[in-house]
């Protein structure tokens, strides 16, 4: 292969002028798509993708979210991850909040993500924590309390239970409107907002820092370098596997190169970074308490709307009640039981993503805009003319899956041009038994995460590689270097 510096032409950017910190990007630039973009092969997606199809895991969704969670019987295709709890997948979906926001393109029209908009810096800077800080956005910050440092936090109804701050309307006033798409979601804001607030109040009373702007300069990086400490040391270990990260740490990237600053590849943003939409359980227990009595709360991911006004049976977001709020031990492994394992990673999606509701598809039609996630994620691959698994395997040297593995997708002439999201996500169930990603999926996503946290100049791998964490863990048997999800959240207050 041809070669320019050190990595092939096939990976390089070709027009360096466009990949700023504002635009999406290509990993393989060179790389024709999986496919034309005709009325057939459209179809085939809408096809591959549609409830009942190969991909939904046929759950009995009238069985309701508790027997949905007691008894394996009623999913046909959510398998338990040994590895990953719950909460694995909601982190990833809050990092992914963080670091991309594309408001602008269609799922009916070819795009070129070079001319594509990135309404977030991409970075693990915790822009949809802070917006562009107290001075421009000061609606985010307590000016009475906290004197614009502190962030806006407001009880849910039940004492002692927070929710994020809502204008008259019930909209969350956030960095991120997706960040309130579901109760989960939306909770894990909350809990970055009491871990800014937990954070600054150590900067101020222990480390004796008052002065507003030095005290929030200081609480930020705090902030920021124990969270990417987690995304780096925990949640992308577990989901790439180590030998893929230290890899990547100690030799270098091979396939993701910018010239000026980093961007967001669509064949990230796309396609390998999409793996946790197969590991979204249809029900989960969302907390011990919330309901009348003391019992638990479970509910659906999503179904229509129903119950009380301003307080749906599901786990939707947008709401504030008594009882929408979450106890963290469901989601994150505490010790004590009570956890809840994340679905493996594979080609099979719970039932209740093929029919998204109102508030996450609007105006939904069945080929334009189509209310089934799966056919979104599809169709994009010809959005953005994104490359087959194979080739990119190919481009990447590494082992391509076998067209008997692919054997599903035969008759859409697809399984020996499979596109690269479906790819990725059987590559992790033949090759890693769906506890990881696979080597295209694993290598693609290391190489972005570090890779962003590389070229942000303020990150703890760009300025002090060798930092560890400073703040306390729950079991003092733990260091510092052992500081987990589970940590923050104590120290946040919340669990």
């Known amino acids: 292969m041809t070669r320019h510096g050190s990595y092939p032409v096939d990976i390089v950017p070709p027009r360096s002028k466009y990949y700023d910190s504002g635009r999406f990007g290509r990993m393989f630039g060179k790389l024709p798509p999986f496919a034309a973009d005709t009325p057939e092969v459209r179809a085939a997606l809408l096809d591959i993708g549609k409830p009942e199809g190969i991909m939904d895991a046929r759950d009995d969704l009238a069985a309701g979210p508790v027997q949905l969670i007691v008894d394996p019987a009623l999913s046909h295709g959510n398998r338990n991850s040994t590895t990953h ?25 070819q795009a070129d993500p070079e001319y594509i908009s990135n309404f977030r810096t991409p970075s693990l800077g915790l822009d949809n924590v802070y917006g562009s800080g107290p001075n421009a956005s000061p609606f985010l910050y307590d000016q009475q309390a906290g004197h614009g440092v502190t962030m806006l936090v407001e009880e849910c109804g039940t004492p002692g239970r927070s929710d994020l701050p809502r204008n008259a309307q019930g909209v969350a006033l956030i960095g991120d409107p997706r960040n309130d798409e579901n109760l989960i979601v939306s909770q894990l804001q909350t809990a970055m907002l009491r871990f800014h607030n937990a954070v600054a109040e ?31 040391q925990h949640f992308l270990r577990k989901l790439c596997g180590s030998a893929v990260v230290d890899d990547v740490l100690q030799k270098g990237r091979r396939f993701y190169a910018w010239h000026n ?22 029900s ?17 991911i999503f179904t229509p709307a129903g119950g009380p006004a301003g307080d749906p049976d599901d786990l939707s977001g947008g709401c504030r009640a008594p009882r929408r709020f979450i106890d963290w031990p469901t989601f994150f492994d505490f010790g004590d039981g009570n956890v809840r394992p994340n679905k493996k990673i594979d080609t099979t999606l719970s039932s209740a993503l093929f029919a998204l509701p ?9 080929t334009t805009n189509p209310a089934s996630l799966a056919q979104r994620n599809l169709l994009r691959h010809l959005t953005f003319s994104l490359p087959s698994g194979q080739r990119v395997a190919r481009a990447m040297n590494l082992p391509e899956l076998a067209r008997r593995d692919l054997d599903d997708l035969q008759q859409y002439g697809m399984d020996d041009r499979t596109p690269l999201w479906f790819y990725i ?15 295209v999926g694993a290598r693609i996503v290391a190489e972005v995460f570090l890779g962003l946290l590389q070229g942000d100049r303020a990150s703890y791998l760009a300025q002090d590689p060798d930092w560890q964490p400073s703040l306390p863990t729950i079991d003092p048997g733990r260091t510092g270097d052992d500081f987990l999800m589970i940590d923050l959240l104590r120290y946040a207050g919340v669990a």
Not at 86 to 109: K, M, N
Not at 203 to 211: E, K, M, S
Not at 270 to 276: D, N, Q, S
Not at 284 to 300: I, S
């Open 261 to 282: 600053e980093p961007f967001i590849p669509v064949e990230f943003s796309v396609a390998a970074y999409r793996f946790g939409h197969s590991q979204i359980r249809p």
């Open 425 to 439: 996500l059987r590559e992790a169930d033949i090759v890693e038994d769906g506890e990881h990603l696979g080597p």
């Open 284 to 300: 989960y227990r969302a907390n011990f308490t919330g309901n009348p009595g003391g019992t638990p709360f479970f509910g659906m």
């Open 358 to 366: 109102g508030s996450v598809v609007a105006r939904p039609d069945a």
């Open 202 to 232: 150590h900067v101020r009373t222990d480390l004796g820092i008052t002065a507003p702007g030095e005290l929030f300069a200081e609480t930020q990086r705090i902030v920021r370098w124990h969270y990417q400490w987690i995304v780096v």
């Open 85 to 109: 709890v719950a909460g694995d997948t909601f982190l990833g979906q809050f990092i992914d909040h963080d670091i991309t926001f594309d408001p602008t393109s269609s799922l009916e029209r």
